[in-house]
């Protein structure tokens, strides 16, 4: 049986591991409003990098621990900035954030090395990029299309496309929508976030006292 000393660090060790998911939510939450655009997509799309910080939580206490922070981090989003499709385009966000940072966790968490992080990373971009396309597809737009369209102006998903040609001569339907933009920047976002998490991660979880720092 633990002894009252053991029992005490662990609660100790739990406190502190709740106080640090919620100060990277916190985190990632601000990182989500600072966004900017990209040259060769619509402005609808903006980049932000809130993933670093969920990365960086689900790298130091495991991948379950990184969907607790991408959830509250929507919800805090949410509280702040509302969300004109009803939650709809809230949980797609959700869905493809984890779809980033759970692959990359789970891989990294088998083998706590430099080497199964950046396999990590790599996998979890390429299922980012996946799911974003479908999502995009056949929810994101849909929805979007639906709750801004009103009795002055009604949207459709003909209507982004004709957004995105203003900045991308390529997108000229839905499929070159998907695959000339919300590919390339959901490329881009997973690259960016993958090398700030590889580059600082060392350094974060000596503070974290994460035991592991991707030797």
Do not use: C, W
Not at 42 to 49: K, S
């Amino acid at each position: 049986m633990p002894s009252i000393m053991e029992a005490k660090m662990k609660n100790k060790s739990d406190i502190r591991k709740l106080v640090v998911i919620a100060v990277l939510a916190a985190i990632s939450f601000v990182l989500m409003l600072l966004e900017f655009p990209l040259p060769f997509v619509p402005n609808f799309y903006e980049l932000d990098f809130s993933e670093v910080a969920v990365l960086i939580g689900a790298f130091a206490y495991g991948p379950v621990a990184g969907v607790v922070i991408e959830a509250i981090k929507i919800v805090l989003n949410l509280a702040y900035t509302g969300s004109i499709t009803s939650g709809i385009g809230e949980i797609a966000n959700f869905l493809i954030g984890i779809s980033f940072v759970v692959p990359a966790a789970m891989i990294y968490h088998k083998h706590k090395t430099r080497k199964h992080a950046v396999i990590g990373l790599i996998t979890g971009t390429i299922t980012l990029v996946f799911v974003g396309a479908i999502l995009n597809a056949y929810v994101l737009l849909p929805a979007y299309a639906y709750f801004l369209s009103s009795p002055e102006a009604v949207y459709t998903v003909q209507s982004f496309v004709e957004f995105g040609q203003l900045v991308n001569p390529l997108i000229t339907d839905l499929s070159t929508l998907i695959l000339f933009a919300v590919v390339p920047f959901n490329l881009i976002k997973g690259i960016l976030s993958s090398v700030i998490v590889l580059t600082i991660y060392k350094r974060i979880s000596i503070l974290l006292k994460a035991n592991d720092a991707t030797e």
